[in-house]
């Protein structure tokens, strides 16, 4: 009988099979890290997209000046620009779903792709308005850039991790531009907050709404494949 036992252990080691407990594991954890590069890499190249538009609109306007040699492209931007929003854009998507993952707070609120894409409507509508609209004076364009920005969250995300990242990476991100302006690189044209336009933070923030949704539409896609395809196996 024990001889019996050994004989057909040796014979599954020797046909190949793998521990039954180890496999799908590896499987998984393989599939995850594939589908994150992929999910990283749609946000990044959503990201570009939405820079080479945007940035179109700025330059345009003459809101954002560049010098001379430093455009380089058929969208008249500074080579950097679409990379570095696009490798924003991946980090906020990607973050986003994790954060609410690690507060052990799903978020439900308008998970179709029909509320995303009225997001991102809504965000390039900010940014036209920013661009295009001639308002009074600067205060009561920023005051109006503000609810319009608040108004996005409420109407497409409405969560308080949400509204706090959006608030924390508007407040770097401005930072950010404000060293980047103080040291030559590019400069806005009647800046009335510390090198910059005052209604920077608020185009910043509906753009971290925006591609927050993104993310979490993304992520929650990748969920539902990954259950189907674990209830077919």
């Known amino acids: 009988m024990a001889d019996s036992t050994v004989v057909s252990d040796q014979q599954r080691s020797g046909s190949g099979q793998t521990d039954p407990s180890r496999g799908p594991y590896i499987a998984v954890i393989t599939n995850r890290s594939t589908t994150l590069v992929i999910r990283g890499f749609m946000l990044f190249s959503i990201g570009v997209f939405l820079a080479l538009v945007l940035n179109l609109l700025q330059v345009q306007r003459n809101v954002t000046l560049f010098p001379p040699d430093v455009i380089s492209s058929i969208f008249s931007s500074a080579w950097w620009v679409p990379p570095c929003c696009g490798t924003a854009s991946a980090i906020i998507g990607l973050l986003y779903p994790c954060i609410d993952c690690r507060l052990g707070e799903p978020h439900k609120f308008k998970r179709e792709w029909s509320s995303v894409m009225r997001c991102v409507a809504v965000f390039v509508g900010i940014n036209h308005a920013s661009a295009k609209v001639d308002f009074a004076n600067n205060v009561q364009l ?38 980047l302006v103080y040291n030559g690189v590019f400069q806005y044209t009647s800046p009335d907050f510390l090198y910059i336009r005052s209604w920077l933070p608020c185009i910043f923030f509906a753009g971290v709404i925006t591609m927050g949704n993104i993310g979490r539409q993304l992520a929650l896609y990748e969920c539902k494949l990954m259950s189907e395809k674990t209830h077919q196996d």
């Open 142 to 179: 920023s005051l109006t850039l503000a609810a319009l920005s608040i108004g996005l969250w409420w109407t497409f995300d409405r969560s308080r991790s949400g509204f706090g990242l959006g608030v924390v990476i508007a407040l770097l991100a401005t930072l950010s531009t404000q060293l």
